[in-house]
């Protein structure tokens, strides 16, 4: 049986997607990220990146949710596309632009020591470009590979529903193409078992010192 190792992340839950879709048997593994259970050498083991997610497949080890996605989609022959090179190019562009811009956009508002607003003007700026992008492309066509559902779309989904966040309540306005995606993708039963395992175990909420410390090591050696 798969070991997938989680947390509550956009990146996991992507990846939850694809395995509930496939109707794949796995064992939830939680790793939660404000205990620290990330450092420990058993998981470095599994993933030296010391994040989630993580997959074992018998004696395959991986690790980047866009890996486990490629490696998942290949190897069952589901939700692929007949243009290998569009879906490496999308998978890519999410895994470089997509992810990190939401991510850093998401931490500069409501992670960082300070207000920085450089940083949050930048990273909210490029957020906003990348999803304009997806949101150009899904007006000419129901899903981002064309009309077949496909990792790629799962991709955008773990991102794309935390748009408020990543830039703000009215972002969606702009954004009506992506908006129609990710509405669908979250009404699918397959998403709604991803909610049941978020319900599952019970993660750490507090963002107190050693959360900090585990989440953000970067700020011990911060001086302002």
């Known amino acids: 049986m798969l070991q997938f190792y989680y947390n509550l992340g956009p990146n996991p839950m992507k990846v939850a997607l694809f395995l509930e879709e496939a109707g794949l048997e796995y064992e939830a593994i939680p790793i939660d990220t404000r205990k620290g259970e990330q450092f420990t050498a058993e998981y470095l083991s599994i993933n030296p990146n010391a994040k989630a997610p993580s997959l074992i497949d018998g004696e395959t080890v991986l690790f980047d949710s866009n890996a486990i996605l490629l490696y998942l989609a290949e190897k069952n022959g589901q939700f692929m596309a007949t243009d290998r090179g569009q879906l490496l190019s999308w998978l ?40 304009t992008i997806l949101d150009d492309r899904l007006a000419e066509r129901p899903y981002m590979m064309g009309d077949d559902y496909s990792i790629i779309d799962m991709a955008i989904w773990g991102w794309a529903r935390l748009i408020p966040r990543v830039l703000d309540a009215n972002a969606w306005d702009d954004l009506r193409n992506l908006k129609r995606l990710v509405d669908e993708i979250t ?17 750490k909420t507090e963002q107190d010192a050693d959360a900090n410390r585990y989440m953000f090591p970067s700020n011990a050696s911060y001086t302002g």
Do not use: C, W
């Not at 632009?97 to 960082?112: C, D, E, K, L, R």
């Not at 607003?117 to 990348?130: G, T």
């Not at 998403?191 to 993660?203: G, P």
């Open 187 to 203: 009404a699918r039963p397959a998403a709604e078992r991803v909610m049941e395992l978020t319900e599952k175990h019970d993660f």
């Open 92 to 131: 890519m562009f999410i895994a470089s632009g997509i992810g990190p811009y939401s991510g850093q956009s998401v931490h500069f508002q409501a992670y960082a020591p300070e207000t920085l607003s450089y940083a949050i003007n930048r990273y909210r700026f490029e957020a906003q470009r990348h999803y």
